[in-house]
């Protein structure tokens, strides 16, 4: 068997399409249609920056006017929590995303839930987190990558009900809601993590319909570890050495693609799988929050 | 093997003693200390007043003023957030309990995120939900029904890492949160529910080294499904018909304790096994809400 590819890049520039019309369509029916994200960025890390930039020029793309606000590495807690009840109470502001990580300082669990739950895009607030969790609790804002997953999963017509899936990896961001929005679906979901033995995490990948991978370790599955037929989804960004690229390095994900390529049905790769799929998601949560904002 | 029995009764007993003690030397330090539970019973199903009963008898015992305060069946949804809110503000009150369920007119996940997180000792309300779920969250205020189960498994000594545990049903009282309580502590959890098949419970089952069974359906567990020296937590209550009862009935639980007990290390059993732990874990979850609130 050879894999097909989750082509991550195809299906997240159809949406965003989507998101594209959605929104010319709304400025058109209501003229004061203007939604409005913040994105907050402390400090200077590199890779925030990078983020940060591609999130602004995705949001450039469908029409959603972005802002930047840039602070010092060295903000105080309480003016930050000033900055953010100010942008709360912003009615121009529809959406706060404060990129993460943040420096010691701050209180990360604070700050986040800092964010009014109604313009929390990122999904990490307490509120938004309790409904992804509770049983029949009506979703609101579920955070950008499980979200895409769900996404790519349903454009592929993966079945979950009655599968064994299995995430590996519990953050609170990825791995936690991943299993129980894959949960709520049907699967019966084991979650691997730093705690479960080597035993154990190739018992249940060898046993796993549907694997989704957030450990961020470089070749943590190999196709000896997988059951023919599966389905792999790969959400490690890794950095290994290579010299043929200018930066002396590639980036990967947790998933030996070659090998596994031989066994699953089907896989997304890195890059071009999860990573398009989570930027557009933060539109879609933007439009989602801008549109209950405005009442339409 | 023939499984040890976990004795829920000789555990809460001892725990109940614990909080007693607590209570009494703390009303000493603190004359002005009075913790002080109010239940709700809306409408007079009788396995609510059952339980209501034995929670108030369990918090004289130990010295937690207790009242009830019952509300016809038909009471508006308006009104019942009315009361909430005024026993919310009470300085007086430091624990409410709803008791479960409510009447078809009243939304049971507005009621129970309406009562104060402080004062919420279910554990139910969205905050504290999240703290569960959450992976770095300082816990607040546990579910009774997993709290109990937990404090059992310590008391037992049972070892978590590096284990299999199956969760059997997930809803937001017990399965849910259960599951993320056994992953916090290092378990490798499986969540089976009404969407898992057959096969897919029996292969769980039979490789799970630690099983809580949360389902409600009795003989839902053979001695035949289990492995050999695993430990099987009961939550279920089921009544089967016993004519040598006067009642014509008997509980039981999920688990068919014989032939477990042929298989297992450690079983606890229904009745005496979970019950007695949930009920002392509202005592326990009003001396911590009385305790903050006192500032002691």
């Known amino acids: ?8 890049k195809l299906i997240s520039s159809s949406l965003r399409l989507n998101i594209q019309n959605e929104i010319s369509s709304l400025k058109i029916l209501h003229p004061d249609f203007n939604p409005k994200i913040v994105i907050i960025q402390v400090g200077d890390r590199p890779d ?16 959603i006017d972005g802002e930047l606000l840039k602070y010092p590495a060295d903000i105080s807690q309480d003016e930050m929590i000033n900055k953010l009840n100010a942008l709360n109470n912003d009615k121009s502001v529809h959406g706060i995303l404060v990129q993460l990580p943040l420096p010691s300082q701050l209180d990360e669990e604070l700050i986040t839930n800092a964010v009014n739950v109604e313009k929390d895009v990122d999904g990490f607030s307490e509120l938004n987190i309790a409904a992804v969790f509770k049983k029949n609790s009506k979703l609101k804002i579920v955070p950008c990558t499980p979200k895409g997953i769900m996404y790519m999963i349903d454009y592929e017509k993966i079945q979950l009900e009655g599968k064994n899936a299995v995430v590996c990896g519990r953050s609170d961001i990825v791995g936690g809601p991943m299993g129980k929005l894959l949960e709520k679906r049907g699967a019966t979901v084991t979650t691997l993590h730093s705690k479960s033995s080597l035993d154990q995490v190739k018992f249940f990948l060898k046993n796993a319909d549907v694997i989704v991978s957030a450990v961020g370790k470089a070749g943590f599955i190999h196709g000896d570890d997988v059951k023919s037929g599966c389905v792999i989804i790969d959400v490690g960004t890794n950095y290994v050495p290579d010299e043929t690229k200018k930066s002396g390095q590639r980036m990967v994900g947790d998933v030996d693609y070659d090998s596994c390529a031989q066994v699953a049905s089907k896989i997304s790769p890195v890059p071009g799988g999860v990573g398009p799929m989570t930027v557009v998601m933060v539109l879609h949560n933007l439009l989602q929050t801008a549109k209950e904002q405005y009442g339409i």
């Open 48 to 63: 925030s920056s990078t983020y940060v930039r591609m999130k602004l020029k995705s949001c450039a793309e469908v029409g």
């Open 1 to 8: 068997m050879v894999a097909e590819k989750i082509d991550g």
